[in-house]
């Protein structure tokens, strides 16, 4: 994987600006934090978060890829106040299920998801070399 970063760019803090890769491409829908009986165990924005990056790991699995080939990933949330304040243990938590990794990520609040419960919903692109 190569990280892409314009000369003269501040290197970002937490995801990287882009990759180049080559390989197999596995798509994982947006997950939320329910578990795998599509169960909420919790309210809290940091569980949630675990438990869709949980559930990313699981579906990657699947495609016997890893975290370390997500090349793109999307969050959308319903409060931005919410995760900014959380952000410290968001962190924490994304670093122990997915690791130190560049991955390009976007983050979008939204005004609702479609399971009323959710607060947070991630996709991801992962590449999987050949």
Same mark, same amino acid.
């Given at each position: 994987?190569?990280?892409?970063?314009?000369?003269?760019?501040?290197?970002?803090?937490?995801?990287?600006?882009?990759?180049?890769?080559?390989?197999?491409?596995?798509?994982?829908?947006?997950?939320?934090?329910?578990?795998?009986?599509?169960?909420?165990?919790?309210?809290?924005?940091?569980?949630?978060?675990?438990?869709?990056?949980?559930?990313? /790991?699981?579906? $990657?699995? @699947?495609?016997? +890829?890893?975290? %370390?080939?997500? #090349?793109?990933?999307?969050?959308?949330?319903?409060?931005?106040?919410?995760?900014?304040?959380?952000?410290?243990?968001?962190?924490?938590?994304?670093?122990?299920?997915?690791?130190?990794?560049?991955?390009?990520?976007?983050?979008?609040? /939204?005004?609702? $998801?479609? @399971?009323?419960? +959710?607060?947070? %919903?991630?996709? #991801?692109?992962?590449?999987?070399?050949?």
């Amino acid at each position: 994987m190569q990280v892409l970063l314009p000369e003269g760019w501040p290197r970002p803090r937490g995801y990287a600006n882009g990759v180049a890769v080559t390989g197999r491409q596995v798509f994982v829908a947006g997950m939320v934090g329910w578990d795998g009986q599509y169960q909420f165990q919790t309210d809290d924005l940091v569980g949630q978060v675990r438990q869709s990056l949980e559930n990313i /790991v699981a579906v $990657l699995a @699947e495609a016997k +890829a890893t975290p %370390e080939h997500i #090349v793109r990933m999307t969050w959308f949330i319903t409060s931005k106040p919410e995760y900014l304040a959380a952000g410290k243990e968001i962190g924490q938590v994304f670093r122990e299920v997915i690791g130190n990794y560049n991955i390009p990520m976007t983050a979008v609040e /939204v005004s609702a $998801l479609i @399971e009323d419960r +959710a607060k947070v %919903e991630i996709e #991801v692109t992962a590449v999987v070399p050949e």
